[in-house]
């Protein structure tokens, strides 16, 4: 079958969609791996017990902002149960938003298998950090330092050995680690988001005015530091 590649002008790395002779007009298929995709975990809302409907905003809003710079590129927001509050408030205000569903949604499912159990491709993962890049911790920190095994600690202490909260830090992972080699990720981004709970560093005590600015900052860098690889 002769094949017609076409490339979207629109955005950053142009991306190639095969278009066969045997398919409907109009429909496109594409490979979803070939698609530049960050998944990211909701950033302060559990151990560091930022306020949910704040947080939901501050996600919203980011990624609404980040929306024209994307291209092909697409923004998951990840939790692990369909329960997750974080999820459905985020999606019922992206959905009041009209943001583009297919460059941003929300997925349900361990960061750590997104490709080998819940087939979608996500070439880079956000971590919710700790200031010290350490494994452990509980959370989706400890869930991404286990799974990709000693070869991102490696990676992360050639990078940096803490991170101030509301900004993150791009780890290429080495090709050694299972995250690389199973489930198809590239590079993990660490994020350190403002924190609300006394029993961790630096709590900012509730005060929410500073919370979101740091809150906001961390996706900023976040989303700037995806799309650095993206592009
Ligand atoms: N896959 C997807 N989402 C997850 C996973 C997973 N495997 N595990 C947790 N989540 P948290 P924080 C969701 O507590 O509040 C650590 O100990 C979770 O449901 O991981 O920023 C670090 O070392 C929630 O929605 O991060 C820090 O000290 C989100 O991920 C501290 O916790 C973030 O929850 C950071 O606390």
Redesign the pocket.
Request: glycine share 20%.
């Given at each position: 079958k002769t094949q017609e590649t076409v490339s979207s002008s629109s955005g950053m790395a142009s991306q190639k969609i095969k278009v066969s002779e045997d398919m409907a007009p109009g429909s496109i298929s594409q490979d979803e791996s070939d698609i530049p995709t960050l998944a990211f975990?909701?950033?302060?809302?559990?151990?560091?017990q930022?306020d949910l409907e704040k947080a939901s905003d501050v996600i919203v809003g980011k990624v609404e902002e980040f929306m024209d710079k994307l291209g092909n590129a697409r923004l998951v927001l990840?939790?692990?149960t369909e329960r997750?509050k974080?999820l459905s408030l985020v999606r019922a205000k992206a959905a009041e938003k009209k943001i583009d569903s297919k460059r941003f949604f929300t997925f349900i499912?361990?960061?750590?298998q997104l490709y080998t159990k819940g087939g979608l491709c996500c070439n880079v993962i956000a971590n919710?950090?700790?200031w010290r890049l350490k494994p452990?911790?509980?959370?989706?920190?400890?869930?991404i330092f286990n799974a990709a095994g000693p070869a991102l600690e490696a990676a992360t202490k050639e990078q940096a050995r803490s991170l101030l909260p509301g900004n993150a830090l791009v780890v290429p992972l080495p090709s050694t680690s299972p995250l690389y080699s199973k489930e198809r990720v590239t590079h993990v981004i660490h994020v350190l988001?403002p924190n609300m709970n006394p029993r961790?560093p630096n709590c900012l005590d509730n005060d929410y005015v500073k919370g979101c600015k740091v809150l906001g900052d961390a996706y900023s860098s976040l989303f700037k530091g995806f799309l650095s690889i993206a592009n």
């Open positions: 975990p909701s950033i302060s809302t559990a151990d560091f930022f990840v939790d692990l997750s974080i499912g361990d960061i750590c919710a950090a700790n452990g911790g509980g959370g989706v920190n400890a869930a988001g961790r």
